[in-house]
């Protein structure tokens, strides 16, 4: 039950919200079911296809409105996004958090509310009544790029690691994954290891940091592509072209550069099978208030390279 401060401020930001259609809020044509869709940032390529796949499948299934929201990399927006949803009284949420320990009061009052949430990609813990989590196995994720480098220098490795956003699911998850392997072998050693934000400037920047002070690496290991990317900036203006980057994510622009040679792999963690899911399960529930078989649903990633480029879920886009 929500006190009277809080009912104050979601009704503060379901106000904010409907005055300018939800910060970018589109909705679907058909009434019947409402249910609103948050991502952390539009200005990320994954969060934009993640939220093309549910706009997707909610014409697929049809009689849905949804609400699109842009967290615009702001834990308070996105926040209010979801108390605004709660005061219009939606019929179920589905949301890939920001910050998991940020927007964990948020979804709290959604749940205590009566609206089903179902979170997609970052998990939230310590909220009890979530419906259900759909993701990919993160730490398998990291996992997978340690064993790929393995693969690839079975004699050993000198690597730069660029880790994703703090306090993101996903980056935490994926950092543990790396460690979990590469720590159990000597020769294999992370000589420069910092954040880069999930962000390409960042990875550019960052790893010009890390050429400066450690010399030229063998691997380059990164959280996600855009970092990827950024650091393949890095090494190309620096001549060199011979570090094997590995990103995360598999976006259209990393399998193409994967196909053309200059990133070594991507990990395909299935964005667009999570959140085509995540909906299904929150409607199912919607409709017939049956819970789902699975409260957790975690897609096993696998590294893409030149060898299985047809196993990607975008590789259509690089054509």
């Not at 296809?49 to 909610?58: D, F, G, R, V, Y």
């Amino acid at each position: 039950m929500l006190d009277r401060r809080a009912f104050l401020l979601t009704s503060a930001a379901a106000g904010a919200l409907l005055a300018t259609g939800g910060g970018g809020a589109a909705l679907a044509q058909d009434a019947g079911l409402t249910i609103l869709a948050s991502v952390p940032n539009l200005g990320f390529p994954f969060f934009v296809h993640m939220l093309n796949q549910i706009k997707a499948e909610a014409s697929a299934i049809g009689g849905i409105k949804l609400i699109e929201s842009d967290g615009q990399n702001s834990a308070p927006k996105q926040t209010g996004d979801v108390e605004a949803a709660i005061v219009q009284k939606v019929d179920a949420i589905v949301i890939s958090p920001l910050d998991v320990n940020a927007l964990a009061p948020a979804v709290e009052q959604a749940v205590q509310a009566g609206i089903p949430v179902v979170t997609i990609d970052r998990r939230v813990d310590g909220v009890d009544g979530i419906l259900a989590h759909v993701g990919a196995d993160n730490a398998k994720g990291g996992e997978a790029q340690a064993q790929a480098i393995m693969a690839a220098f079975p004699d050993g490795a000198k690597i730069f690691h660029l880790q994703g956003q703090p306090g993101a699911g996903p980056a935490i998850d994926r950092n543990k994954g790396v460690h979990a392997i590469l720590d159990r072998q000597d020769k294999y050693k992370i000589v420069f290891e910092q954040t880069a934000n999930f962000a390409r400037a960042e990875g550019l920047s960052v790893t010009e940091a890390g050429l400066a002070a450690n010399g030229k690496p063998d691997v380059i290991v990164c959280a996600n592509d855009d970092m990827a990317l950024g650091a393949l900036e890095a090494v190309t203006a620096a001549g060199h072209t011979d570090v094997k980057i590995y990103g995360f994510d598999a976006l259209p622009e990393a399998l193409a550069a994967v196909r053309d040679g200059k990133l070594a792999g991507t990990v395909e963690q299935f964005p667009g099978e999570q959140s085509r899911r995540a909906l299904r399960i929150a409607v199912d529930f919607a409709k017939t208030k049956t819970k789902p078989a699975e409260t957790l649903v975690l897609l096993t990633p696998i590294v893409i390279g030149k060898d299985n480029l047809d196993k990607a879920e975008r590789i259509k886009e690089t054509m």
